[in-house]
């Protein structure tokens, strides 16, 4: 949780994937701060750093300062990087607020972590307290990437992190979500692409924006940042937790709203194990419904693993995450998505269930770890 000090600057870390609007807010903030004295980090995965050179045209008063962290991600590689550059804009006290735009790949909750603990091994900065973490999410990009008869654009980021999982991974940790270039999507389909987002992250605030057009307060200063609350309200999360505890009226009311617009959650719970082959065939066969699948199953050809399931869209991943231990085995899968035909999918992972003499075979073919 940040920490709230007069002699502690804030900091906003903005994430989203490439061409989604960060720059362009980024620059917004530097032409109308509020009153504030902004610096920036920038990180970006190019040898030139366009993004950079973009802020400096617009930092045209020569106060606000601009940090080019390239060739890595803030996330993985260049985490001690970003503490040493945060640190020493701290200590130098030229300004009142600090900006860091990640890269289009960059994970918020590394990030996060970094800012708040220190990485691996290291410190957290000095002198700085995490305030708000904002996700900028292409309206249009999010509601073409979950359609299976769309291909993903050329400037989709890595192949090994398809758009879809960074998408995910964005939204489903932060404080504030720009929803942006809205003008680009119809009205029907905008209002279930903020309710798929608002199934994916309910505590984050949303707002719709055109060419990232936002009241600074709304972003800078918010003081909404809480490293375990983004972590633990996580939709799929909330989804589970409510199964378990059916007092959880807060996301029973949130789903609701969101089933309006044809977005629901289904949670699927067994205590029989899947067939491997057959449940690896069945996460190859998205059709679009589903836009975010998460959760534990139990396999037969892996009794005492924890099979970990991640999927978003078309990208799933599912490998072993540790061991049942004392706890019973059983599969415990959220889905989120939408249009989906719940008694289908039920029926059809209950179809990759392992019958009983399955069980007692030895089960030699086993896809697993798996991602694509």
């Not at 007069?6 to 917004?28: C, E, F, H, Q, Y």
Request: charged share 25%; glycine share 8%.
């Amino acid at each position: 949780m940040a920490t709230d000090s007069s002699d502690s600057v804030p900091m906003t870390v903005i994430s989203g994937p490439l061409g989604a609007g960060k720059t362009t807010l980024v620059n917004r903030l530097l032409s109308e701060p509020g009153g504030r004295r902004i610096a920036v980090v920038v990180n970006d995965m190019g040898e030139i750093n366009v993004d950079a050179e973009l802020l400096a045209d617009e930092a045209e008063s020569g106060e606000e300062g601009v940090v080019d962290l390239s060739n890595g991600c803030i996330c993985c590689r260049l985490q001690d990087d970003l503490v040493t550059e945060v640190t020493r804009l701290a200590e130098e006290r030229t300004f009142d607020y600090l900006i860091v735009e990640a890269s289009g790949i960059s994970e918020p909750i590394p990030i996060a972590r970094t800012l708040t603990v220190g990485p691996d091994g290291g410190d957290p900065p000095d002198g700085l307290h995490l305030d708000t973490t904002v996700s900028v999410v292409d309206a249009y990009g999010f509601w073409k990437a979950f359609d299976p008869e769309e291909s993903l654009p050329e400037a989709a980021p890595d192949p090994e992190r398809p758009l879809t999982e960074v998408l995910v991974d964005q939204i489903e940790f932060c404080d504030v979500l720009l929803l942006n270039k809205c003008d680009m999507v119809p009205a029907d389909a905008l209002d279930a692409v903020e309710a798929a987002v608002k199934a994916l992250q309910p505590r984050a605030a949303i707002h719709r924006t055109t060419y990232s057009e936002v009241d600074p307060s709304d972003v800078l200063g918010t003081g909404r940042f809480n490293f375990e609350d983004a972590k633990r309200r996580q939709g799929w999360k909330q989804a589970l937790a409510g199964a378990e505890d059916h007092a959880d009226h807060e996301h029973d009311d949130e789903m609701s709203a969101a089933a309006a617009h044809g977005v629901e959650s289904l949670i699927y719970r067994r205590d029989t194990p899947f067939h491997p082959v057959r449940f690896n065939d069945w996460l190859d066969d998205w059709d679009g419904a589903i836009v975010r699948a998460k959760g534990f199953a139990w396999v037969a050809s892996r009794p005492e693993t924890v099979l970990g399931v991640s999927q978003a869209g078309p990208s799933v991943q599912a490998g072993p995450i540790g061991e049942w231990g004392n706890d019973d085995p059983s599969t415990r899968l959220v889905f989120i998505g939408q249009e989906m035909d719940g008694d289908t999918l039920i029926a059809e992972l209950d179809g990759c269930l392992a019958t009983d003499k399955e069980r007692t075979e030895t089960l030699a073919s086993d896809p697993f770890p798996r991602e694509g």
